[in-house]
């Protein structure tokens, strides 16, 4: 019989949503799926964390955040001793990225990101697809069915494993080495932007051309009721706060109508909303990848489209 | 200050692609090459270091065949000094810690203060072979970092997390970091360092020993068109879009 092993994602000391997506791909492989909570105080996090599938819960008490990446290192490695998994699941994430790869060397085994996709293969393989090159082409990578391996899910792809489980719950101890990555400072960012929970996301790209034209833009989405999202562009060039990033490193979203106007589409964009219910694309630029993953598109300069919305709100 | 900066070369695939026979890469004809982007901001953040750090190197690495030399002559001609391309047997450019193990051989000969990779490639962004780098080499890691400084043998800088949260921190050097895309604006190297690039003698390191690879890249296809969505277009003009659209959000506000 198969045997996942789940790392949670800790945000905060709160169970992130991309946990409970990824004990769906596991319970998807059959066997057991053992949910591993690694945290200052993993015993708060155990009713969140009894999903149905899981079929017991291993707790790690750490003393640094759950930024510490070499902690999490420390106590992953820790927990695949203990737990013998024949595969490692976990969130692609910063937070899980940011050791994952370390697992695989130090434990010598192979390591996918950014999986769309998890099965075995008829000769028991485990096999990972990713979607790639802004989601133009599927890749399908295998690791050797002889040894365990370590795939870091997409977050927002798989279903989330329904609450109500009643998973055996033990504790596992791990001597956790002091990290040489010191925190000085931690700025958390401002404007209370929740794009998570909104139903409607008006998302803004290197289109806009200026700041002025993002503030129009900004205040036109205010005015509709709708949620402020933006690619990465908007936010390096600082003309919004980075609360309102979509993307692998902004938040990942999924509302009912996401409406993206001036955004070509990089792999990093895409990955942060594809899974929302309609996506709606508004470019000049017709070769645009995310008219490939678009419900509804419109080939027209967004400056148009922005002033005649800006007249009907 | 001897900085190494990792860059690889990344493909901007057209609508419609078609596969090398193997079907395990995107046939040239359907892609453009370019550097990858980050790696060029990692370039930048290495040059500014450099030049406040009042004297030091900053070397390029690329792992790969003529991909990775085109690769080091466009982030060269940014102005670092020298690139170094690691190739050889064994080599599987399709798994990052092969990668990240061939990068170790021009870690062990150049011996340098701070290590530099882009967060991830855009095209296949796997963020794996900077934290597989560090594993081997036996430093730190700081991932999705910007705003780096020195002081004696401390690095400073900010680390990205999701929504926005922002890290400030400190580590000793030798150390590892993945800088974030966008986290400054690459510049434009002179002409007179254009020229250098182009000409520049790019010497050709093979990794002595290399991990074991533990997974295989077996196939590749295009995605399902709109990976399962159909596009309707709206015609009608700007005024035709914004009224569908209009309606779309009070639909999907009810």
């Known amino acids: 019989m198969t045997r996942s092993l789940v790392l949670a994602e800790v945000v905060d000391g709160v169970l992130a949503p991309v946990t409970a997506q990824a004990v769906t791909a596991a319970v998807s492989l059959g066997g057991e799926v053992v949910l591993a909570l690694v945290a200052q105080d993993p015993q708060s996090l155990v009713p969140d964390a009894s999903l149905i599938g899981v079929t017991e819960i291993v707790t790690v008490a750490v003393p640094g955040s759950d930024r510490d990446h070499e902690q999490s290192l420390a106590a992953a490695a820790a927990l695949v001793a203990d737990v013998q998994p024949d595969q490692v699941i976990a969130g692609f994430t910063i937070r899980s990225s940011a050791f994952a790869a370390a697992l695989g060397h130090k434990l010598d085994l192979g390591v996918i990101t950014d999986a769309i996709a998890v099965y075995r293969d008829d000769s028991q393989n485990l096999v990972a697809t990713r979607s790639i090159y802004a989601g133009r082409v599927r890749a399908h990578v295998v690791i050797d069915g002889a040894r365990p391996g370590i795939v870091l899910v997409r977050p927002s792809i798989w279903e989330p494993a329904d609450p109500g489980g009643s998973p055996v719950v033990r504790v596992l101890t791990v001597e956790i080495p002091t990290s040489r990555v010191r925190t000085i400072e931690l700025v958390r960012p401002s404007g209370g932007v929740d794009l998570s929970s909104a139903d409607v996301i008006f998302s803004i790209g290197r289109g806009a051309g200026s700041q002025e034209n993002v503030a129009n833009f900004a205040a036109m989405a205010a005015k509709l009721g709708v949620a402020l999202g933006a690619s990465r562009p908007i936010i390096d060039a600082g003309w919004l706060p980075a609360a309102h990033q979509v993307g692998q490193t902004g938040s990942t979203v999924k509302p009912r109508l996401y409406v993206a106007f001036g955004i070509s589409g990089a792999l990093h964009h895409l990955a942060g909303m594809q899974n929302s219910r309609t996506i709606v694309v508004v470019n000049s630029d017709r070769n645009a990848p995310l008219f490939d993953n678009a419900d509804i598109g419109a080939i027209e300069d967004i400056h148009d489209v922005i002033e005649q919305l800006t007249l009907l709100a | ?254």
């Open chain 2, 1 to 254: 200050m001897k900085v190494l900066v990792c860059v690889t070369q990344t493909l901007e695939v057209s609508t419609y692609i078609e596969l090398t026979p193997d079907g395990c890469a995107i046939d040239p004809a359907f892609a453009t090459a370019l550097v990858n982007e980050a790696d060029l901001c990692a370039v930048e953040e290495a040059l500014v270091l450099v030049e406040a750090d009042g004297g030091g190197e900053v070397v390029l690495v690329s792992v790969g065949e003529e991909g990775a030399e085109q690769a080091l002559r466009s982030a060269l001609s940014l102005g670092p000094e020298r690139a170094v391309r690691v190739w050889g047997e064994g080599v599987v450019l399709a798994d990052t810690r092969s990668v990240a193990g061939a990068l170790l051989a021009c870690i062990e000969s150049e011996a340098p203060d701070l290590v530099l990779t882009g967060v991830q490639s855009s095209d296949t962004g796997a963020q794996s072979v900077g934290p597989a780098l560090a594993a081997m080499w036996g430093v730190a890691c700081v991932p999705v970092g910007r705003r780096l400084s020195t002081s004696d043998s401390t690095l400073r800088l900010e680390r990205e997390f999701e929504a926005g949260l922002v890290e400030r921190v400190e580590v000793d050097l030798p150390a590892l970091v993945t800088v974030q895309v966008g986290a400054n604006t690459p510049r434009y190297g002179s002409f007179k360092d254009k020229m250098r690039a182009k000409k520049a003698d790019i010497s050709v390191v093979a990794p002595s020993t290399l991990p074991p690879s533990r997974i295989t890249l077996t196939r590749m296809e295009a995605a399902p068109t709109g990976s399962g969505r159909s596009l309707e277009l709206i015609e009608g003009g700007p005024s035709a879009v914004a009224t569908r659209i209009m309606d779309l959000v009070r639909e999907a506000q009810s």
